[in-house]
């Protein structure tokens, strides 16, 4: 379907659209997607459209070619060998994924593998390669609080990555909330949403329809957040100032190591341990989040009556009531990532009944 696309840039462009290039496509008018919509209805919505009117546009990632005529395109048959393969796909054996096999065909043998699945802990090394510290534990210190944080860059592969690690470095807490790697950019309406999301898309050239919204332009490594939130960040949380200093200490040694030339989730020995390490002190600053609270309290609150949310929420008071770090620690502690962590720890088990 075609879609109205930026032909040509005049030299006194406005400071709203100054990241728009030549072929970037229309994508919404006054909030209002272009999707859906054809070219003709695209053009009418431009013209009966109240002035001034916001447009939004996205960056075009392939070229479109016209496809010849039918009478024109040249006929395809597969080869005797290919025919040959498909028979005997069902047949083929296939080994452990990163391991070898081998079919024998009248005139060569075939080999052949599946990859091996990697873990994630790869992604944590394209955090350490391409971002600042101080930007990382700010935009965690966000999603703890379960805000709205969109990562956003021209690169899908990057934004996915970050996401991913953004995830792994919350641990032992567990996102609750929506997560969308890679929003579609016909659907970025859902960034109305008034629910706490983490999700990926790519680059923005405006971001003011989203007053409530933190953007993290990872191509830039910059970080707009709307005024309330500012005052977040590393400084503003327990062993924030910690954390940071641990991630830039991991980034100096990952990115001081010999290139290996393999792609990124293909870790090298030191590469892994690095990642491993600073996984785990990561995952100690974040346990000290929470507080010494025994279960054997909650469990006499619990038989008085409460809930274990109130009872929770009751012991939680006493110990945030001192800290340095109140005014954070009074919104975590109302999140759900921090109410099922504790559930999962101090929840009492029901007892089993002996059987008869």
């Given at each position: 379907?075609?879609k109205?696309?930026?032909?040509s840039?005049d030299?006194d462009?406005?400071k709203d659209y100054?990241?728009v290039?030549?072929?970037d496509?229309?994508?919404a008018?006054?909030s ?16 009966k459209?109240?002035r ?6 996205r ?6 070619q ?9 006929r395809?048959y ?6 040959d393969?498909?028979h ?6 296939i ?6 096999s081998?079919t024998?065909f ?10 091996e699945?990697h873990s994630?802990?790869?992604s944590?090394?394209?955090?350490l390669r ?5 930007k990382v ?8 609080l379960e ?8 690169s899908p ?6 996401c991913?690690?953004l995830l792994?470095?919350?641990?032992p807490?567990q996102?609750?909330s929506?997560?969308i790697?890679?929003?579609p950019?016909g ?7 008034p ?15 989203w007053a409530?919204?933190c ?7 910059s ?6 939130m500012r ?14 200093r641990?991630l830039q200490?991991a980034?100096?040694r ?12 293909e ?7 690095i990642?491993?390490?600073?996984l785990q002190e990561?995952d100690?600053f974040?346990?000290d ?5 025994s ?6 609150l619990?038989?008085g009556?409460?809930s ?9 008071a ?5 800290s340095i770090?109140k005014?954070?620690l009074?919104?975590?502690t109302q999140?759900?990532?921090?109410c099922q962590y504790?559930e999962?720890?101090?929840q009492p ?6 059987q008869?």
């Open positions: 379907m075609d109205p696309m930026v032909k840039i030299s462009q406005s100054e990241r290039k030549v072929g496509i229309l994508e008018v006054d209002i997607a272009t999707a859906s919509m054809s070219f003709e209805q695209t053009l009418t919505l431009l013209e459209g109240k001034p009117m916001r447009l939004r546009f960056r075009s990632t392939m070229t479109e016209a496809s010849p005529p039918p009478s024109k395109r040249h395809q597969l080869s005797t060998l290919s025919v393969v498909l005997r796909a069902r047949r083929m054996k080994n452990d994924p990163g391991h070898w081998t024998r009248p005139t060569f043998d075939f080999s052949y593998q599946f990859p699945r994630d802990r790869w944590i090394g394209a955090v391409l971002l600042t510290p101080d534990v700010k935009t965690m210190a966000y999603l703890l805000k709205q944080v969109v990562i956003m860059s021209d592969a990057k934004v996915s990555a970050v991913t690690a792994l470095l919350l641990s807490f996102w609750q929506t997560y790697p890679l929003l950019s659907l970025l309406d859902f960034l109305h949403s629910v706490p999301f983490l999700v990926g898309c790519h680059s923005l050239h405006e971001t003011s329809e409530d919204v953007f993290y332009d990872i191509d830039r490594d970080i707009a957040v709307p005024a309330v005052h977040l960040g590393s400084s503003s949380m327990p062993n924030g100032v910690e954390l940071c641990l200490e980034k100096e990952f990115c001081a190591l010999h290139p290996s030339g393999k792609p990124w989730y870790l090298s020995d030191e590469q892994d341990m990642i491993t390490l600073t990561a100690i974040l346990r989040l929470g507080f010494d609270i279960s054997q309290d909650l469990a006499a619990i038989s009556g409460q274990f949310y109130n009872s929770l929420q009751k012991e939680v006493k110990e945030v009531r001192n770090y005014d954070y009074d919104k975590f999140t759900q990532l921090f504790y999962s720890l101090l088990k029901p007892q089993e009944k002996p008869t």
